[in-house]
């Protein structure tokens, strides 16, 4: 007979890892609170703690400088297009 597996929403990941993460309860009272095992919730431990890490990385500001420049191009070509078609009408 198939295993059936439980699909997880990410906010009862989130909160399960929080709980882990606050250390308030040991791992064994956590797996009985929630029914998942516990490398269940040391991985969701484990990705919440890299994922946290990421959001505080100086990186991310030049992702954020490429896309606002590529909409600044957007915007730009927008603008000529716009302008284009205006001249046109008019005649």
């Known amino acids: 007979m198939a295993r059936i597996y439980k699909r997880h929403g990410s906010s009862f990941k989130g ?3 929080l709980e882990a993460l606050k250390e308030r309860k040991t791992l064994a009272e956590l797996c009985q609170e929630y029914a998942l095992s516990s490398s269940q919730i040391s991985a969701w431990k484990k990705q919440l703690e890299e994922g946290c890490i990421k959001i505080f990385e100086t990186g991310n500001t ?5 896309e606002i420049d590529r909409l600044h191009r957007v915007i730009g070509q927008l603008t000529a297009e716009r302008d284009f078609l205006e001249r046109v009408l008019k005649r």
């Open 15 to 17: 909160k399960v890892a």
């Open 62 to 66: 030049t992702d954020h400088k490429a």
